[in-house]
């Protein structure tokens, strides 16, 4: 493959900034164009849901780099100007303003969109946490706030959860999982989460549905359960999680489902690329389909995608890895640490607060969890599930 003279970045968060920067550490020289529909130049999102929301960072701290940073790169920053349609054909991407940017190659990383409940775009106090701005406009209502109601007990859910009840909110956490982050963690671990939410005063409503929300003088003023108790609430953050942003690549001649579907190159066609968390790629280790959503994968898929770009024939094969912090405890998952895996514990204890766990499904370690256990949690996930990719059941 000639290395494309021009190249188009769909996207310029994590994923798309780390794609640029590794296109140039590979002696990339063409023309480099990143697209985003937000203000703001690139900015790392895990602190938003905890340092920028309790207020303890200001804005410029999330800048993933340093303006002189950027413009050593060499790149067009575009912003406020969101990707409306592809023509991936003739690589061609159209943006909102009408404007047609034409290249040898084009990269997809928009990311996600959250999702909403019916209803809650029509009443002031009701919130999403996806970017910086969502961020402090939350944080702005929260210091003026008392009562708090989070709906969903997914990863960004409990983060907000925790942040809000150190900042002294009365917090109630509603979600239709029986533990927190147990589709990503299993009963085991999630039990064990929600234990340490009720000890630092969450109010925990877990396993009912939300029926809508309340609210009066278009404002809200609670949160109605499918059992048919309200919670109330002076502020409410909806994070019953995301769909991947691709409404804008409708008629592009791609290949949608979960995401943009990508080969094991993280290639969706001839001269069009995916990467970050819109991304969903055959991993070729576990002989399935694969979509991650967290900043570690944006930053390891982008390096593979650069490489190919420029004539390498890589696949992406990683070994997945996420982690959170709520309170005082930081818990990190390698591997697939799926619901349905035994979770045993190989060091540490639970009651003391630090622990490491194995996943076993079939037999087989799937997952290794560290919960204020970082180095051990390293140590096992070499031993169990070295540095090759998961071997397919």
Not at 90 to 116: C, F, H, M, N, Q
Not at 203 to 215: K, Y
Not at 264 to 283: I, L
Request: with cysteine; aromatic share 4%.
């Amino acid at each position: 493959m000639t290395s494309p003279g021009s190249i188009v970045i769909a996207g310029a968060s994590a994923a798309g900034l780390s794609t640029a920067e590794a296109l140039r550490r590979h002696g990339y020289e063409g023309r480099l164009t990143l697209l985003d529909a937000g203000p703001h130049l690139p900015y790392d999102r895990p602190p938003l849901s905890k340092q920028v929301l309790a207020g303890a960072w200001e804005p410029a701290r999330t800048r993933l780099r340093t303006q002189a940073q950027l413009e050593a790169l060499n790149a067009d920053f575009v912003l406020c100007e969101p990707a409306a349609s592809l023509d991936a054909a003739a690589r061609a991407v159209t943006t909102a303003s009408g404007r047609v940017l034409r290249a040898d190659a084009v990269v997809i990383a928009t990311g996600l969109e959250p999702r909403t409940l019916p209803g809650q775009d029509g009443l002031a106090g009701v919130h999403v946490l996806r970017g910086l701005d969502d961020a402090l406009t939350l944080h702005t209502h929260l210091t003026a706030a008392e009562r708090l109601v989070v709906v969903g007990e997914g990863v960004l859910g409990a983060e907000i959860a925790a942040t809000a009840r150190v900042m002294g909110l009365d917090v109630t956490l509603a979600g239709m999982g029986h533990t927190l982050l147990g589709d990503q963690l299993g009963v085991v671990v999630g039990a064990l989460l929600g234990s340490v939410h009720g000890e630092r005063g969450v109010r925990l409503r877990l396993g009912v549905a939300v029926d809508g929300l309340t609210g009066a003088g278009g404002r809200v003023t609670g949160v109605r359960l499918a059992t048919g108790e309200l919670l109330p609430a002076d502020a409410v953050v909806v994070a019953i999680g995301s769909r991947p942003a691709t409404g804008w690549l409708a008629g592009s001649g791609l290949t949608l489902g979960d995401g943009v579907e990508c080969d094991s190159r993280c290639r969706a066609a001839e001269g069009v690329y995916a990467v970050g968390d819109v991304a969903s790629w055959q991993h070729e280790g576990l002989g399935r389909r694969l979509r991650l959503e967290n900043r570690t994968n944006a930053t390891e898929q982008a390096q593979v995608v650069a490489a190919n770009l420029l004539g390498a024939d890589r696949p992406y094969t990683p070994i997945p890895y996420f982690w959170t912090d709520q309170y005082d405890i930081k818990i990190q998952a390698h591997g697939l640490p799926s619901p349905a895996a035994e979770v045993g514990i190989a060091e540490g204890d639970p009651a003391q607060g630090r622990f490491a766990a194995l996943y076993r499904e079939g037999g087989r370690v799937t997952g290794v969890l560290g919960w204020n256990m970082p180095k051990q949690a390293r140590l096992l996930r070499q031993q169990a599930l070295g540095n090759q990719p998961l071997a397919p059941a």
